[in-house]
């Protein structure tokens, strides 16, 4: 039977996609650029279905509603976007992280099935093409169509036509950055990202000023990446991070995603960085979970931390995918 397995990573941004100029064609408020994870991966099978459905298995267990229709919703998106014969598939995707966590699972997610599509009907898709097409499962997915450091611009076109992203840096730009995943609650989140950011777009008060902030900070982030300007990466991507909580914060409904537990984590960056004088900064995405930006000589003292601090179910180091 013909099958096609494909292996991707989430990514995680240091200047947030938040918000959508147009819901339908996925296109963003803004530019974004983000890293991906190696520690983590999303691996996506596809082969055609026994029946006339499309079948959806996630971790080897039939997707829920909620998880199965996005992913629905996309293979006929593919479908009557690309010259594909309409018969029906089975996608089995499993994580090797905690699925819809704000772990990013569905960029890789939507990523892996994007590439996996073009390779099982041979389609001969470019990354740019295949990006594009990512977008519209799931924004932040069209960057991790790439490895290294992503920039996923804007663009201008009310067609989307040059929204997706590039890689600005490979991985090895610069090798000893790590980021710490930091789980303090593997469950699934209760409100997703697609309808938390559309609510900071219409009701938040601090949404254009973030978008004001965050435009200019993406011009300082992309020079102090070049210049492996390991402090002001964080503080930028910290600053955003909060930036961007806030306009959830400030939405009606309001929209939290954070626990007890990440406020811990949150402070103890912060006591590390005042206290015992190791550069660390977090980034946190639509989840509970938190990221800590490090560089590997550090490693070690900051795991030593976590180890005894309440609330961390587990840490995971990662290098840049
Ligand atoms: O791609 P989505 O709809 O899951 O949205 C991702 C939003 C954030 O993860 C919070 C930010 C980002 O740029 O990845």
Avoid at 111 to 122: D, I
Avoid at 174 to 195: E, F, G, H, N, Q
Avoid at 261 to 285: G, P, Q, W
């Amino acid at each position: 039977m013909k099958q096609t397995t494909i292996t991707t990573h989430p990514n995680i941004a240091l200047i947030k996609y938040w918000g959508k100029r147009d819901e339908n064609l996925f296109l963003p408020t803004k530019s974004s650029l983000s890293v991906g994870i190696e520690a983590l991966s999303t691996t996506t099978t596809i082969s055609s279905s026994p029946t006339e459905q499309d079948i959806i298995t996630i971790n080897g267990k039939p997707a829920e509603e909620k998880h199965a229709q996005p992913i629905l919703d996309f293979l006929n998106f593919f479908r009557t976007s690309q010259p594909v014969p309409k018969e029906s598939l089975c996608v089995q995707t499993s994580n090797s992280f905690p699925t819809a966590a704000g772990l990013a699972s569905s960029a890789s997610g939507f990523a892996a099935l994007a590439l996996a599509l073009n390779k099982f009907f041979n389609l001969g898709l470019s990354k740019q093409e295949l990006s594009i097409l990512a977008r519209q499962g799931s924004g932040s997915a069209c960057r991790s169509l790439f490895d290294g450091f992503v920039l996923w611009n804007r663009g201008e076109k009310e067609n989307g036509s040059d929204s997706f992203a590039t890689q600005i840096y490979p991985a090895a730009h610069w090798p000893t950055l790590r980021i710490i995943i930091v789980i303090v609650a593997p469950d699934a989140k209760k409100t997703s990202s697609r309808s938390a950011m559309k609510n900071s777009v219409a009701t938040s008060p601090m949404y254009k000023k973030w978008i004001e902030e965050s435009e200019k900070n993406l011009v300082l982030m992309r020079q102090a990446i070049t210049d492996k300007n390991f402090d002001l990466v964080g503080k930028l991507a910290e600053e955003d991070c909060l930036g961007m909580h806030a306009t959830a914060h400030t939405s009606n409904p309001p929209v939290n995603f954070w626990t007890p537990a990440t406020h811990t984590i949150m402070e103890l960056v912060k006591k590390l960085r005042t206290d015992h004088n190791i550069s660390c900064y977090f980034t946190i995405d639509a989840g509970p979970n938190v990221k800590i930006l490090c560089q590997e000589a550090d490693v070690q003292n900051i795991l030593a931390q976590l180890e005894t601090t309440p609330g961390v179910v587990n840490s995971i180091v990662s290098k840049i995918a």
